[in-house]
């Protein structure tokens, strides 16, 4: 069992996520989060291994990418692929998704719009989030900013393709878990969005968006069962 | 007076009637569209719908031991699904209702999947994960609706296991005593090999792991392991993706709905998935998972009770109907 480093005191679970179990602990004397990826019994153990390795290092490479970019994002303190651990500096605030249908409409969209930004920045930056949802957004309690968590799923990519998958997933998080406010949540997170990446990108990526929804209603068009 | 109402799905291949009486199936009349080669015709598909649609309704009726006079209304699945397919049994709805003159009810074929699901497994508020030919979507009850919250982004499941079994000269036919090809062949298969493992939040994406699987046939690797991996593979994202819906919705219940939610090694990953989190599975009996006529009688009910109705007039088809176009105000009663 992990213990934590420096101060002697045991770790705290602190989530049970869908790939990950979260734990608060000390870090060389800092408050810190333990990202543990725990095996899936249900995948082959060659290829759950191979996944979890891999992600484990994607995403701290791409953490350190998306802060030199200007991206709100967790230190790194330490990256065991191996393992599939990654220790990194604890955010004290609340998850967006749990308090943005109680916010007032402009403190929202003030918010809204910074995430746009840092969308934007991460684009910008050559780096596709991949599961950008008001999960995995942390709002800092102390000073009111946004943090992206969670870049599990990261890739490096310049395509209009994963960047309007990252923009469909980010809206349809707020549509599935947001409905009332999401068509004024979208438009703040584009206005940011839009400030970062210019108009041409923004058109682009707005026009994908589209083209990936019509792709579904596609699929679900197709009626062919067993 | 117990409501009963008949209900009729001709979406893709199979024309069905059902009749329920209350919460009672009293009539399950079913028939299959079989192409001689290759898929669904749906031109085909139509005529031999139009062919025996009167018959298959008449025999519902007799089944169940009523006069088309006892109903207490008509439903009718008006998408998403083929157009000439869809065209026949709204044709024969609305002609019932208005002869009869009986209310008319517009069904989704979706939501009537998960409702016979929820009907048939006692579940009350899962999360959905509805896998057939031409559907891969995880869909949870949210405000009024079931909202999608992951689904594929380019091919089906069931149209990429079809696809990728037929391209290796395995099918057709795909199901042999209800087992998939690609099930029977991964059976022999022992050795993982390397193949695009696609999540892409709570979505998934075959088509990079389809071309990949054919090359690697193509390149002279055993084809037992090829199908073991793409099985490994495509079904582990599969879960992945229903889990990581799990913990967002935080639902206590999963439900598996559609043809594909047959295969006994899915199965045995979504028990696995599903017990480490607590939650209770219920993968619906092959007989309901199947497209059939009482669904959409029982989806229909539900509807009717709720006031809604449609004029015959304007009944259209619908092909693309989204499963989360459409409200849902019996939910939870």
Known sequence: MLTSRGSGSELEVLAVGAEAVLLKGYFLGIKSVYKVRVPKPYRNPKLDLKVRRERTSAEAKHMISARRGGVNSPYILLVDPDAGVIVMEYIEGDLLRNILNSLPECRACTLLEHIGIMAGRLHNEGIVHGDLTTSNIIVCRRIGKPYLIDFGLARASEDIEDRGVDVHLFLRSLESAHFRVKDMAFRCFLNGYGKVVGEENLTKVVNKVKEIRLRGRYVEERRRHH | ?333
């Not at chain 2, 599903?274 to 007989?287: D, F, Q, T, Y």
């Open chain 2, 1 to 333: 007076m117990k409501t009963i109402v008949l209900g009729i799905e001709s979406t893709a291949h199979t024309f069905g009637v059902g009749i329920v009486k209350e919460r009672e199936i009293i009539a399950d009349t079913r028939y299959r569209y079989e192409p001689e080669k290759g898929g669904i015709h749906p031109r085909d598909a139509a005529l031999y719908f139009m062919n025996i649609g009167p018959s298959a309704i008449s025999e519902a009726l007799r089944s169940a031991g009523i006069s088309a006079r006892d109903l207490t209304g008509v439903a009718v699945a008006l998408g998403p699904g083929l157009g000439p397919c869809l065209r026949v049994g709204a044709t024969h709805a609305r002609a019932m209702a208005t002869y009869l003159n009986k209310p008319l009810i517009p069904v989704n074929h979706a939501v009537a999947h998960i409702e016979v699901g929820k009907l048939v497994t006692n579940v009350k508020d899962p999360l959905i994960v509805y896998l057939s030919g031409g559907n891969t979507l995880i869909a949870a009850f949210n405000e009024g609706r079931y909202r999608v919250f992951g689904e594929t982004l380019d091919i089906a499941l069931g149209n990429f296991m079809d696809t990728f079994v037929r391209e290796i000269g395995l099918a057709p036919p795909y199901v042999v005593n209800g087992v998939h090809q690609l099930d029977r062949c991964a059976e022999k298969g022992k050795e993982l090999i390397d193949l695009p493992y696609v999540v892409k939040g709570q979505d998934v994406s075959f088509s990079g792991l389809l071309t990949a699987a054919l090359r690697a046939v193509r390149r002279g690797v055993p084809i037992e392991n090829v199908c073991y991996s793409v099985r490994e593979i495509a079904y582990s994202a599969i879960v992945e993706v229903s889990e990581r819906a799990l913990v967002h919705t935080d639902k206590k219940e999963v439900l598996v709905v559609g043809g594909v939610a047959a295969s006994k090694y899915l199965k045995e990953k979504f028990e696995i998935m599903s017990s480490s989190r607590g939650v209770e599975l219920a993968i619906v009996p092959p007989k309901y998972a199947v497209d059939n006529g009482v669904m959409i009688a029982w989806t229909g009910l539900l509807a009717f009770k709720s006031g809604i109705t449609i004029e015959p007039e304007r009944a259209y088809v619908r092909q693309r109907w989204r499963l989360d176009d459409v409200d849902i105000p019996w939910f939870g009663q």
